[in-house]
């Protein structure tokens, strides 16, 4: 795989801005830097190769839009924009990390080699996603927007 220096830089940037809570960016920086020292000790792979892997994998094609009817609602897919796509599988991400009993650093790494290598919970939420809306695609001449 090519690895574009910009397109890293850029979903570097992008996943920062994910991390931010409460303005403080530098704190999302180190975590960030923590999960690289973290992934050189594990693999061989940096960071922004195996992040950019990863979001590929993991990008969704579609989202859903709720419509309402004729007193029926039916979930509507809606092809993604690919700035929207990243910012999807990105904040999928950063969901999958989240949690109480480990360190987010740990759990994001562990996702991160996991989503690597197509079984993550990144890989079956997409899986479960174009499911749904292969099942829903009846719905989609309701797509007048």
Not at 7 to 18: E, I, R
Not at 39 to 53: D, G, V
Not at 63 to 68: C, E, N, S
Not at 87 to 112: I, Q
Request: charged share 25%; glycine share 2%; aromatic share 6%.
């Amino acid at each position: 795989m090519v690895v574009n220096k910009d397109s890293c830089k850029n979903l570097n940037n992008l996943f920062v801005q994910l991390l931010i809570k409460k303005g403080k960016k530098q704190k999302a920086e180190k975590l960030l830097l923590k999960v690289s020292h973290k992934l050189l000790q594990q693999n061989s792979q940096t960071l922004p190769a195996l992040l950019l892997e990863v979001v590929k994998k993991a990008e969704p094609l579609v989202t859903f839009k709720k419509i309402r009817l004729k007193g029926s609602s039916y979930s509507v897919p809606l092809f993604l924009e690919n700035q929207q796509r990243l910012k999807t599988a990105l904040n999928w991400l950063r969901l999958a990390s989240a949690g109480v009993k480990k360190s987010f650093v740990d759990k994001l790494v562990k996702e991160l080699v996991s989503s690597s290598s197509n079984s993550g919970v990144l890989s079956l939420q997409r899986k479960e996603l174009h499911q749904k809306a292969n099942q829903n695609k009846v719905f989609a001449h309701y797509r007048w927007f």
